[in-house]
């Protein structure tokens, strides 16, 4: 016989205990239960009212955090999520060990409604956005056990469009957050209200039924607009945290497209406008580097220099690595390329781009008829920063500080070269070129100048390259000799 079990709405977790149970207790196999949801009368004798895990039925029992993946799952908007929940607790009653395998399909399948429950919650929390209506107006978005606002004060009624039944589950989050604030949540399905005392659910509502724009969020947009970084910009991670399904409810969202837009543009702008070259966070950190001065006979040549170098230790590295890896190449050269650091085997060898990301710079430079002989090659960083991993030296980027140590070296063979253009392979160097943040993806291919007038180009470094899982390895050199060809006219 089939037996029908409903609960009393979507957020009803409460009555879905009750009723498995029930139904648990009666030994009613999953396949003979339909679940609905509201209306509709139920066939089962519900008399037995205790949690399912409580002392009267010693056949199950369930941790507290085995509980709480369910009460989420429930939230889900997956109509048969209940048959699952019910079907999952019926296979534990019999073997308490799936409680625990989430390798099991019943119960990694509610695992992840349970996470998609707990985003969406996330994403509430963070995206509704109050706005104030007042008194007159707020009476119609009173309903049943909640009392309207007192005097004169507005009540702040937020828009949200949820994924799931969510909104009484989130209510107390915001009850805390603003307590003596009368506010009302409204969602197409359901909506919830509090009057400074207590929350009372509601029907859904229109997306009219919300207040539009008001004068604070024009300063709120001025705000905005002001302290937007175009060279913090990542979209992608953006639109990870906050998909562009929610972008429509948002007051700002309105100024992400121009904005992202105009970043490139604003990136240059705010490098170009650099006076000495150097941001005042750079500037004081190089302050506090206990820099190794370059002696007045090594500033104008490059064996002195290199001499300098093998003895620095301005920064941990130079304790740590085999050797010191200065440039090499033609000593008038009128390109210089610039990379990140010596890696493991430009450590042993003392030379620089002799490694893996050496050869694909080799094999680039012999597809557009460069000789390396014609260049000068150097790093921005002049010794190897790694981690061991059981016998081996992995790569690790250097940081600011690391940077700056060696920013003297690398100005030094600039004065002493005296390129005519410089070639900045990843972000690093493009930094340290540059002295300050480079959006390397976002201007690669582009000259960006120098304090000195020298002009810079930005392109990945060759190990990106050799790291990357795009897919199209072939397409994204190409791309990269591209970039590369750029310089050839300084080259010739």
């Not at 690093?428 to 180009?457: E, I």
Request: hydrophobic residues 45%.
């Amino acid at each position: 016989m089939t037996v029908r079990a409903v609960v009393a709405d979507d957020s009803d977790f409460d009555g879905f205990r009750r009723r498995a149970r029930a139904l648990l207790l009666a030994g009613v196999a999953p396949a003979d239960v339909v679940w609905q949801v509201g209306a509709g009368a139920d066939l089962f004798c519900d008399a037995a009212q205790e949690d399912i895990a409580g002392t009267a039925d010693p056949g199950l029992r369930v941790s507290r955090e085995f509980l709480r993946v369910l009460a989420l799952a429930a939230l889900h908007s997956e109509p048969g999520r209940h048959a699952l929940l019910y079907r999952l607790l019926w296979r534990v009653r019999a073997e308490p060990a799936l409680a625990r395998d989430t390798l099991d399909a019943d119960h990694g399948r509610v695992r992840l409604l349970a996470r998609a429950v707990q985003r969406d919650m996330h994403k509430m929390k963070a995206f509704v956005r109050f706005r104030p209506m007042p008194a007159q107006a707020a009476a119609e978005v009173a309903w049943r056990g909640a009392h309207p606002p007192s005097g004169d004060a507005p009540l702040h009624v937020a828009w949200f469009e949820p994924e799931h039944h969510i909104v009484e589950a989130v209510g107390p989050f915001f009850a805390r957050r603003f307590a003596g604030m009368p506010w009302a949540v409204l969602t197409p399905r359901r909506s919830l209200r509090w009057d400074g005392a207590s929350l009372a659910p509601g029907p859904g509502a229109a997306r009219a039924s919300a207040p539009a724009a008001d004068a604070d969020e024009s300063l709120w947009l001025t705000y905005y607009r002001s302290v937007f970084n175009p060279a913090r910009l990542k979209l992608r991670t953006m639109e990870n945290e906050m998909p562009r399904r929610y972008w429509r409810n948002l007051p700002e969202a309105a100024l992400i497209a121009p904005l992202a837009n105009q970043a490139a543009a604003r990136t240059g702008q705010m490098l170009a406008a650099q006076a000495t070259g150097e941001a005042a966070h750079a500037l004081a950190l190089r302050r506090r580097a206990k820099l190794v001065p370059i002696s007045p006979a090594a500033a104008h040549d490059l064996d002195g220099l290199a001499a300098q170098v093998a003895q620095c230790r301005a920064c941990p590295l130079g304790e740590h690595a085999t050797q010191a890896v200065f440039g090499c190449g033609r000593r008038d050269a009128h390109v210089m390329v610039v990379g990140e650091q010596p890696g493991d085997q430009e450590d042993l060898r003392g030379l620089p781009f002799v490694g893996p990301a050496g050869q694909l710079l080799d094999r680039a430079f012999g597809e557009l008829g460069w000789n390396r002989e014609q260049l000068y090659l150097t790093n921005a960083v002049k010794h190897f920063k790694f981690e061991l991993r059981g016998k081996r030296r992995m790569h690790k980027t250097p940081g600011q500080r690391e940077a700056l140590a060696c920013a003297p070296w690398l100005e030094g063979e600039i004065r002493t070269v005296k390129p005519r253009a410089i070639i900045a392979l990843g972000a690093t160097a493009a930094r340290s070129l540059l002295a300050g943040p480079v959006a390397v993806t976002a201007q690669r291919g582009q000259w960006l100048r120098r304090s000195d007038t020298v002009p810079v180009l930005v392109t990945l470094h060759p190990a990106a390259l050799l790291r990357s899982q795009s897919g199209d390895d072939e397409g994204e050199y190409r791309r990269w000799v591209a970039d590369l060809a750029r310089a050839a006219a300084y080259v010739g």
